[in-house]
């Protein structure tokens, strides 16, 4: 599809083109031919929060659904600074280079005041934005726990109908609640520094324990000794911790995304995963599994934005947050008042 198919020209103003509205079809024949306009389009239909969107969006993920789940699916992970995006860089290349098609979910950072992206890790990774088979879509988090978009699911979907193999999910590792993205991908890579002794007890446990690798970063110079002694101090806690995947056991492995060494071996112990977990039947269950979070989550969303755009809770939310803020009233009736504001506001309109 070219641009003079999705695209209209302003008239009197020359080189300006404004976007003509996309049908279905539009949208699942670029998907499927791996148009990258078309696919951005794709995704930013999936992320709109308008009404007018849902419908369409959920048509166009319908009719690519069957061209989906051929994929891998992995979640990395780790505090900022630890050199996730260098590493994803240096992954994303390797893959490239052996054959793969690379998709990289880099969910940003989200301004505190716009709520807008910062769009850091595309400009981080100009190597691998710059190879024809890599898609790289900086989303902002929007403050949702772990950095994880509410539609990052449906955007790994897309991805895979446009063909790429290897779907890499960054997120923005403030070890909040990575379970978020645990629950959407086959294997989880939590990436560390070098340091270990006190860092290890920063590290919130539940972290650890949802990891399928644990990746001392940054093993390199002066750095090597001191990444391989973290190494060492990392295995010896994951040891006495139940393994995340079931017959996988979770190990620690230094690496160096500025040298690139440790990154082919990652992705062989990555490959070794698949193929273990899929013999075993395990990777489908996840998959399965995962796919009834998915129904559950989205309900949960419907329920909470139902609750936060009711005009009468909206309306009430300022005069009751300040009561409770100088304990004129506990939490737990402010709780029940706004859930009986929106319970009477369904019972009137009949449950609508």
Wanted: glycine fraction near 10%; charge should be neutral; aromatic fraction near 6%.
């Amino acid at each position: 599809m070219t641009r003079k198919q999705i695209d209209t020209p302003v008239n009197g103003m020359p080189g300006a083109f404004k976007r003509r509205p996309l049908t279905q079809d539009d949208y699942v024949a670029g998907v499927l031919s791996n148009d990258r306009t078309i696919l951005g389009r794709t995704i930013t239909l999936l992320e709109s929060n308008a009404p007018k969107d849902y419908d369409l969006a959920r048509q166009v993920l319908q009719a690519l659904l069957p061209k989906t789940g051929n994929s891998i699916r992995v979640g990395i992970t780790g505090v900022p600074g630890v050199g996730k995006s260098t590493f994803i860089e240096a992954l994303g290349c390797f893959l490239i280079d052996a054959g793969h098609r690379v998709a990289v979910l880099a969910v940003d950072p989200s301004s505190t005041i716009t709520r807008g992206s910062i769009l850091g890790d595309k400009t981080r990774m100009e190597k691998l934005a710059a190879r024809p088979q890599c898609f790289i879509r900086p989303s902002p988090s929007g403050g949702t726990l772990g950095g994880v978009t509410r539609k990052t699911r449906e955007t790994i979907r897309v991805c895979e109908a446009a063909g790429y193999d290897v779907i890499l999910v960054e997120t923005i590792g403030v070890g909040q609640n990575e379970g978020a993205v645990r629950a959407m991908v086959d294997f989880f890579l939590l990436m560390l520094l070098p340091g270990g002794g006190d860092e290890l007890q920063a590290i919130k446990r539940g972290v650890m324990e949802i990891a399928d690798a644990v990746a001392v970063n940054k093993a390199d110079g002066p750095n090597k000794e001191k990444a391989e002694l973290a190494r060492e101090e990392y295995a010896r806690a994951l040891h006495y911790l139940p393994p995340a995947t079931r017959g996988w056991q979770t190990g620690a492995y230094t690496c160096s995304a500025l040298t690139g060494e440790g990154v082919p071996e990652t992705w062989a112990m990555i490959e070794d995963f698949r193929r273990i977990t899929r013999s075993s039947g395990v990777f489908a269950e996840r998959r399965n599994r995962q796919q009834v979070d998915w129904v559950f989550t989205m309900i949960e969303d419907h329920l909470k934005e139902s609750f936060f755009e009711d005009p009468q809770v909206k309306a009430e939310i300022p005069a009751i947050t300040q009561q409770v803020m100088k304990d004129e009233l506990l939490p737990t009736s402010a709780a029940e008042r706004l859930l009986e504001l929106y319970y009477s506001t369904r019972e009137r309109s009949g449950g609508k």
